[in-house]
């Protein structure tokens, strides 16, 4: 005779890999500023998209010449590197986002990429992860 129990748990966990998996296959992969990359004049890059947590973001860009920093908005704002900004320099970052607010800036020759426009915030877009 069929363990009842067993199968309600096998049922359920099944349920949950299978919620787990169309979470993750949901989710989008942005190449940042399209074909230009990462690059000046990026800014507007965000208008129009509807960011989700899970969407990953790719950030293509030489390495000597430019980075990648999060940072939080008053860094954003006065392109300067704030207490808690980490730093990504591979030429080929990828970062998924969480839920909240997001601030990319390029600081690797000090602000005059990020004054150039080279920097992007993710913000009120945010809502509960793709289904």
């Known amino acids: 005779m069929v363990d009842y129990r067993v199968q309600s748990f ?3 966990t099944l349920l949950i890999c299978l919620g787990l998996h169309s979470r993750i296959a949901s989710a989008v992969t942005y190449i940042v500023g399209d074909a230009n ?9 965000t208008n129009g998209k509807k960011f ?3 969407d990953v973001l790719v ?3 030489d390495p000597a010449v ?5 940072v939080d908005q008053y860094s954003y704002d006065t392109c300067t590197l704030g207490e808690h900004a980490t730093t990504y320099n591979s030429g080929h970052d ?3 986002l969480t839920q909240g607010q997001h601030y990319f800036i390029s600081m690797l020759n ?3 990429d ?3 426009g080279m920097k992007i915030e993710l913000h009120d877009y945010f809502g509960p992860p793709r289904a």
């Open 110 to 112: 000090g602000p005059n």
């Open 66 to 70: 430019h980075n990648v920093v999060e």
């Open 94 to 96: 990828q970062i998924t």
């Open 10 to 12: 096998v049922a359920l």
């Open 114 to 116: 990020c004054n150039d």
């Open 52 to 54: 989700k947590p899970d």
């Open 37 to 45: 990359g990462w690059s000046p004049h990026v800014i507007n890059w």
């Open 59 to 61: 950030f293509n860009y």
